[in-house]
């Protein structure tokens, strides 16, 4: 948690920043104590770069997670050691408890959601709170204290709704340690019995009713709330009515929190996904309508519907596989002794901690019987539990010799959805580590072999040495990878472009220079992901377009006298919007673009995206620059011909582009024509790259990977360019650019070529 991200990072941290900064609405659903908890601290913390101190936040609340997981160990080894001398008992029980948060805080996938803005450390944290709680209830049981502390932990799971539904998954835990508690040591009056049955029951019935809110379904709801008032009866019939009220009411309060996307999404922020500015808008926005429906049952791997053929057991089996495969990242995913085989380091933290962590398991139930039922379900909820709940497709790295397309596969590694899982598994690694130690120490003859079994704590480091370079993202070349990215395409567009994006990792670090950065305000966002949806083109009509700060610009786009264009960037009226539904053409249509006419085969499939570009293309071609980066793939409404390629965006001709002119390449490595200089200019003058300009090596996360060799292409095909005028410097000047963001065998294999001697144009070309 040291070693925090110096900046923004892929994924979805430039979205939550640009709301936290903005108090704005991210993706579904909404996150609005995330978005409130993150204004407030950055603005009681004003030191340092923006996306820096959120990082910090998220830093602090896994810290703070560490913290109450050391305490559960704590307790646990204090049942656990009751033979040891009290010298050697406080230095196992102190020593292990430091393991235990030590062995799960720096866990790959915790400590890599403790450097960037997430929600997950939030959750995380919530969740330590939880269980510290109830073993503080157990502690106070029988009292009024007792009672407040179930009150707590039944606020804190509604509280926890508004920023991930993950902390909910510590409801059946805490119950399920109420119940063994009760069972174990059973009150000692019948009317005392009755009363804490009823409590567990208010507490089950509450959470289900939770769960249903939480994910906006109304069949969940109806069940959650008839399980509550067969609860509310049962404690009725105790003498506890006033608590299940009161724990009702106390949950509603922390629900509340939903209440500010209703409120600041009618003041149009930005962002302002999904716009619940109405009570249909909002329940949509909770119950996530925007995404496409996946059931436990379905094959993830085919759409939700009649054709699905259901989960099999082979998707089943690769989901496992993917819950191991990530289980086996956490312990030394860095790879301190990196090797092959039974050698290498990351397999060998791997069974390190599988060793240490069962022993600590089993010590864990031997000591406290109703403490290890708090975990084991915790573990279960959020490991096993989750693979089957979530279902999610075979995983981006595995199964693909089964499943081959692409699109059958996650888009990114998931292995932070089961991160409390491994938490889990770290303490127990602690704990286990401790009963090591407590053996070695009652076996030592000596001063020194009792200084030896102390130092076997020293184990727990293991996981900080081993993910220090893998998890912290400061150490990489690539550290600001995402923010340089973000700069490098927006100072792609001239003053008042429209510039069209793909998806999450090309638009939300845009998102984050423009809101909080103040980067290129000037130009127009189009994400053609989120163009599919009707509440985004009403977003895009009704956002004026914001003036272009020349005195911060780069020098390429200074001095061109722009002026600031009026009328909306799509002139399309709800109605319009609300008829531009996918469909697939019934005969051949002809589309005006300016100057270009583009006609559209009959069975041509058009999407809401295709409507809104279109029209947005009519209204602005001529008057603003309008291009595509080169991140949207190869969907140009087929005005390829008209495209020319500049740095990092192709551009739209507002006329026909003459291939012969000076300074234009007939290159058409990405589909367009290649504008030599301004593509010079933007690389060597205008582009950032961090240490990556002259560290080669590249980057080594497979998203940064992805978008280095983005910022790679320009320079090869400047390369391209000089080789075929003979410039061999310029050409290997640009190759080494090229080979230092993205060293692949291809740009190497050239790179080498041309420091022997002059390269031919030819098939060989890079």
Request: net charge neutral.
């Amino acid at each position: 948690m040291l070693t925090l991200a110096p900046s923004v990072t892929f994924w979805d941290a430039g979205e939550l920043i640009a709301s936290i900064h903005n108090l704005g609405i991210p993706h579904p659903p909404g996150t609005p104590l995330f978005v409130l908890l993150g204004h407030v601290w950055a603005e009681l913390l004003p030191v340092g770069e923006y996306a820096w101190r959120t990082n910090l936040m998220s830093a602090t609340f896994s810290a703070l997670a560490a913290g109450f997981f050391f305490l559960v160990a704590h307790e646990t080894l204090r049942l656990a050691t009751p033979d040891l001398a009290p010298g050697p008992r406080r230095l196992v029980t102190l020593g292990g408890a430091v393991a235990a948060g030590l062995m799960s805080a720096f866990t790959f996938t915790h400590w890599q959601n403790s450097n960037e803005t997430e929600v997950y450390s939030v959750a995380t944290f919530t969740i330590a709170l939880i269980c510290w709680l109830a073993l503080r209830w157990r502690a106070a049981r029988g009292t009024e204290r007792g009672l407040r502390l179930l009150l707590l932990i039944v606020y804190l799971a509604g509280l926890s709704m508004g920023n991930h539904l993950l902390a909910l998954l510590a409801g059946p835990a805490v119950v399920v340690f109420l119940a063994a508690t009760m069972h174990g040591a059973p009150a000692a009056s019948p009317e005392e019995r009755r009363r804490e049955r009823a409590m567990l029951a208010i507490l089950a019935g509450l959470w289900a009713l939770l769960i249903g809110t939480g994910l906006g379904s109304t069949p969940l709801i109806v069940l959650g709330g008839l399980c509550f008032v067969a609860a509310a009866a049962f404690a009725a019939r105790a003498g506890i009515l006033p608590f299940a009220l009161l724990s009702l009411g106390i949950a509603a309060i922390g629900v509340t929190t939903y209440l500010f996307l209703y409120i600041r999404a009618g003041q149009s922020p930005i962002p302002n996904e999904a716009d619940p500015s109405t009570w249909d808008a909002l329940l949509a926005v909770i119950r996530r309508a925007q995404y496409p429906v996946r059931t436990p049952l379905d094959d993830p791997t085919v759409p939700h519907g009649p054709a699905n053929p259901g989960r099999s057991l082979t998707i089943i089996w690769l989901q496992i596989q993917n819950y191991l495969q990530y289980f086996n990242w956490q312990w030394a995913r860095g790879g301190v002794g990196k090797g092959t085989g039974f050698l290498n380091g990351q397999l060998v933290g791997a069974l390190v901690a599988a060793t240490l962590g069962m022993r600590g398991l089993l010590a864990h139930r031997r000591a406290d019987r109703a403490g290890w039922w708090l975990l084991f379900t915790l573990f279960l909820v959020t490991g096993f539990g989750l693979v089957a709940y979530m279902n999610f497709k075979p995983g981006a790295s595995i199964g693909y010799d089964l499943f081959t397309q692409s699109g059958q596969h996650e888009v990114r590694e998931r292995d932070y959805f089961f991160v409390v899982s491994f938490l889990v598994w770290g303490v127990w690694a602690g704990i286990g580590l401790a009963t090591v130690v407590a053996s070695a120490l009652q076996r030592a003859t000596s001063g020194a072999w009792r200084t030896a079994a102390a130092l076997l704590f020293l184990v727990a480091l293991y996981p900080v040495a081993s993910n220090l370079t893998a998890a912290s993202r400061r150490h990489g070349a690539d550290a600001r990878l995402a923010a340089d990215f973000a700069y490098d395409l927006l100072n792609s567009v001239p003053p008042y472009g429209v510039l069209f994006t793909y998806g999450d990792n090309d638009t939300f670090p845009l998102w984050w220079a423009q809101e909080v950065e103040g980067i290129r305000r000037d130009v127009t966002i189009v994400c053609l992901a989120l163009a599919n949806t009707s509440w985004y083109a009403r977003q895009l009509r009704e956002t004026p377009v914001r003036p272009f700060d020349e005195a911060e610009a780069p020098p390429i786009w200074r001095g061109l006298n722009a002026v600031r264009p009026e009328g909306p960037t799509l002139p399309m009226s709800d109605e319009a919007i609300a008829a531009a539904y996918p469909r697939q053409l019934s005969e051949a249509v002809t589309v005006n673009f300016g100057p270009y006419r583009r006609t559209y085969a009959a069975g041509t499939i058009f999407y809401t995206s295709d409507f809104v570009a279109a029209r947005v293309i009519q209204a602005n071609l001529g008057r603003r620059s309008v291009g595509w980066s080169v991140t949207t793939g190869r969907n140009f409404l087929s005005l390829d011909p008209y495209l020319v390629q500049k740095g990092l965006v192709l551009e739209l001709q507002p006329t026909e582009p003459d291939s012969l002119a000076p300074g234009i390449d007939r290159q058409r490595l990405a589909g367009a024509l290649l504008d030599v200089p301004t593509t010079e200019r933007l690389v060597w003058e205008t582009y950032r790259y961090g240490a990556m300009r002259s560290a080669p090596g590249g980057a080594v996360e497979v998203t940064s990977r992805s978008f280095a060799s983005t910022l790679a292409l320009p320079p090869t095909q400047l390369a391209y360019s000089y080789q075929l005028k003979g410039d061999q410097a310029q050409m290997t000047r640009n190759l080494e650019l090229a080979f230092n963001l993205s060293p692949n065998p291809a740009i190497a294999a050239a790179l080498a070529q041309v420091r022997i001697g002059p390269l031919a144009p030819g098939p060989d070309s890079p």
